[in-house]
């Protein structure tokens, strides 16, 4: 059974840091598309990040320069390192794990973790 936890949110000041980390078994992580998307109360599930198996990565517009997203594929784990950090990041932290080969690929979520940017 595939499972994918997300972990490290918490409470930050406006300027912070934080690091999230996306730990999945029961699949191929090396075969799958890693993505972070986020949620705020009242708004639509956001797109912020996605890393390919190969290392490719694509950013949402209103994290570039400030997020990095990467992963460690012998440990099945996928991070995403956020600076510089926003109010308007606050929000509940979702990571997505698609596996290829498949049509349609199976994609699998977390929880959420919750990040709040507040001083």
């Known amino acids: 059974q595939v499972q994918v936890v997300e972990s490290g949110g918490g409470l930050v000041q406006p300027g912070g840091s934080l690091r999230l980390s996306c730990a999945a078994s029961g699949i191929m992580f090396s075969l799958c598309v890693v993505g972070w998307y986020r949620q705020a109360p009242g708004s639509q599930r956001e797109f912020v990040a996605t890393?390919?198996?190969?290392?490719?990565?694509n950013y949402g517009d209103s994290v570039k320069g400030r997020f990095t997203i990467s992963r460690d594929n012998v440990k099945s784990m996928a991070y995403l390192q956020m600076n510089s950090l926003k109010p308007e990041d606050t929000a509940v932290y979702y990571c997505n794990v698609r596996r290829l080969g498949f049509s349609p690929p199976p994609e699998y979520w977390g929880q959420g973790t919750q990040v709040t940017v507040s001083s």
């Open positions: 890393i390919t198996s190969g290392g490719i990565t």
